[in-house]
């Protein structure tokens, strides 16, 4: 029988519905290559050397719906939030990473809540169009 891993504290997060593109950021792109907008990701890693403005993060791809690890932009994520993990295959892509407690964690999801919230509002200069879709503008629909 196979182990079942132990639950791990986590940072969630999801990825903004509308993000900018193009020159100076007039065209907007839903979510991201990877992952769809509004999908909830685990972040597992983070890139302290780079200001944490890139992480790794888990989530289920756009295209396959199979869960994938990959490298984002933290500016393309919201809700940063704390969880207690207990799915096996995020669980098995962070099994390498320093065990977190819920109090690492959450101040971890408020760094990154912070470092997101500059990196939307410094990636382009260009004023928001009316009416605007970034997540800044936009309302939260509930899940």
Same mark, same amino acid.
């Given at each position: ?12 997060a ?12 007039q ?16 972040v597992?890693?983070?890139?302290p ?8 993060a @888990?989530?289920h791809?756009?295209?396959?719906g ?6 984002? #932009? *933290?500016r393309? $994520?919201h809700t ?7 799915s096996?295959?995020v669980?098995k ?5 320093? @065990? ?9 999801a408020?760094?990154?809540? #912070? *470092?997101?919230r $500059? ?16 997540h ?8």
């Amino acid at each position: 029988m196979d182990d079942v891993p132990e639950p791990q504290w986590l940072v969630a997060a999801n990825v903004v519905r509308w993000r900018r593109y193009g020159d100076l950021g007039q065209e907007f792109r839903p979510g991201t290559k990877a992952f769809r907008g509004g999908a909830k990701v685990y972040v597992v890693d983070t890139h302290p050397g780079m200001g944490n403005a890139q992480l790794t993060a @888990v989530g289920h791809g756009r295209h396959t719906g199979r869960w994938i690890t990959i490298d984002t #932009g *933290t500016r393309h $994520l919201h809700t940063f939030r704390p969880r207690l993990v207990y799915s096996p295959a995020v669980l098995k892509r962070c099994a390498d990473m320093p @065990v977190r407690t819920r109090e690492e964690a959450a101040e971890l999801a408020e760094r990154l809540d #912070g *470092t997101a919230r $500059l990196g939307r509002h410094t990636h382009h200069a260009a004023p928001h169009p009316d009416p605007c879709l970034c997540h800044e503008c936009l309302p939260l629909s509930p899940e």
